[in-house]
């Protein structure tokens, strides 16, 4: 059973739109919700992180929004560039126990 | 900030060598991960430790074997190597409760 939903597994945004990547949990035991960044030919990266006793995170261009009745989180990246470009991670994950969404591919249109 | 070096950025092995692919942190962290991700299958779990000598199977352990002599290092060992195994291999470390940093990756062909 997945414990984390992703999607969409991929995106084309143009220079300049908005991305959003969205995730999904069941166990209300998570207690922290990261995203990572992944480069070709890299290891993923933490990008943000947010716990649930906030609804939103902002980190630059980078928001997290975390609805808790819902059990969803998403990742909002604003003015997107194509540096941008890369395969976006959720998580959600609670004393030992992690768990990573499946990954979506992003790419930013010049 | 917390470091994890993999050992090989690349490597290319014939099928029935033994693997070893090295992993080391910095940071005196706990909890060390092994992972493999391949294309449209995500990042699957192979071995984790959460101490020294300590090993747990993750999700596709089959093929695999670990290795945590010390508390920075944490081996994957591949027995026998076969081309089913060609894959990205990522090493992580984490403390309870917070966030994975992981390596480089390591790129590992078997011929």
């Known amino acids: 059973q997945q414990q984390v939903k992703q999607s969409p597994q991929s995106l084309i945004v143009q220079k300049g739109g908005i991305s959003i990547i969205n995730c999904a949990y069941e166990?209300?035991?998570?207690?922290?919700f990261p995203w990572y960044q992944q480069f070709p030919g890299k290891g993923p990266a933490l990008l943000i992180a947010?716990?649930?006793?906030?609804s939103e995170k902002k980190e630059g261009r980078f928001t997290i929004s975390f609805n808790k009745s819902a059990k969803q989180f998403s990742l909002h990246i604003m003015d997107s560039q194509p540096g941008d470009s890369a395969t976006y991670f959720c998580?959600?994950?609670?004393?030992?126990?992690?768990?990573f969404g499946t990954g979506t591919s992003l790419t930013v249109i010049p | 900030d917390v470091k994890v070096t993999q050992s090989s950025r690349y490597l290319v092995k014939r099928t029935g060598e033994k693997v070893f692919l090295e992993c080391v942190q910095d940071?005196?962290?706990?909890?060390m991960f092994w992972y493999r991700q391949d294309p449209g299958l995500g990042l699957r779990l192979i071995y984790f430790?959460?101490?020294?000598?300590?090993?747990e199977k993750g999700d596709i352990p089959e093929g695999y074997s670990v290795s945590r002599e010390k508390k920075e290092r944490f081996s994957l060992i591949l027995e026998s190597a076969s081309t089913n195994q060609t894959s990205m291999y990522l090493c992580?470390?984490?403390?309870?409760?917070?966030?994975?940093?992981f390596g480089s990756g390591t790129r590992l062909t078997v011929v």
């Open positions: 947010i716990r649930p006793d906030v």
């Open positions: 430790s959460y101490d020294v000598k300590m090993k």
């Open positions: 166990n209300t035991a998570f207690d922290y």
């Open positions: 998580a959600a994950s609670y004393g030992n126990q992690f768990y």
């Open positions: 940071m005196d962290h706990e909890n």
């Open positions: 992580a470390s984490r403390t309870s409760g917070g966030g994975y940093t």
